[in-house]
């Protein structure tokens, strides 16, 4: 009984490819995101979507964009990959919708994009 | 987001208590204080949050102190499996889906 679950655990390409990566979480939230962990550890936030419609869009190439076809499903796709794109990519969810801020992010088991 | 400050790398023997304290000096009043952790190779995982009042569940307990600029999360019998860098991130509380912040984290090693 998986919570949030990606397709891939690594997932190996050329530069110039295309990529996606899907998510989905069983958990009923509202809120779903992506992250980037660099190979320095750094982890940082890329989007987030509510209820389908995208309300954090960090400074990230548009190369990359993002896709929420339901709540429960944030998939991200990546144009014309390059070497910098190499990094684990989280997916995580919450129960969003404002009041007391207390809605704790559930994260996948992230998928290592190595590009060569 | 505040600023929160951390250890880079803390040991704790199996078995005994693991403090593992954070400096948000800067935090302010609407603002709650969670800690996550990640083990290697694994997502973050959400331990516990807090607002001024001291927090406890299965995984850990929270101590704020009183002026709310510090914290310490304990883990009252660390396992080898506790082993994982830990996040201190503080975030206002009056949005749910505000992005979490994360800084470098402490860097957990329990032995044996």
């Known amino acids: 009984d998986t919570a949030v679950s990606q397709t891939s655990k690594y997932l190996v390409t050329q530069m110039g490819n295309d990529k996606s990566i899907k998510c989905e979480q069983n958990l009923g939230h509202d809120t779903m995101y992506w992250y980037k962990q660099d190979s320095k550890k750094f982890l940082k936030i890329m989007f987030s979507y509510n209820n389908k419609e995208l309300i954090i869009n960090e400074t990230v190439p548009n190369r990359f964009s993002p896709k929420s076809p339901d709540k429960a499903h944030l998939n991200l796709h990546i144009n014309s990959l390059e070497l910098g794109d190499s990094a684990v990519y989280f997916c995580?969810?919450?129960?969003?919708?404002?009041?007391?801020?207390?809605?704790?992010?559930?994260f996948g088991p992230g998928t290592r994009l190595t590009v060569t | 987001d505040a600023k929160t400050t951390q250890p880079t790398s803390m040991d704790c023997a199996e078995g005994r208590a693991a403090n593992l304290p954070c400096n948000h000096s800067?935090?302010?009043?609407?603002?709650?204080v969670y800690w996550y952790r990640q083990i290697h190779s694994q997502g973050p995982q959400y331990i516990i949050h807090g607002l001024k009042n001291n927090e406890t569940n299965e995984m850990a307990s929270l101590i704020i102190t009183e002026d709310r600029k510090s914290s310490t999360l304990i883990l009252p019998h660390a396992t080898l499996r506790d082993t994982a860098v830990y996040y201190c991130i503080v975030r206002p509380m009056n949005t749910g889906f505000q992005k979490l912040v994360f800084g470098t984290g402490t860097r957990l090693l329990v032995s044996p």
């Open positions: 800067t935090i302010s009043g609407n603002e709650y």
């Open positions: 995580a969810s919450s129960q969003g919708g404002g009041g007391r801020g207390k809605y704790e992010q559930y």
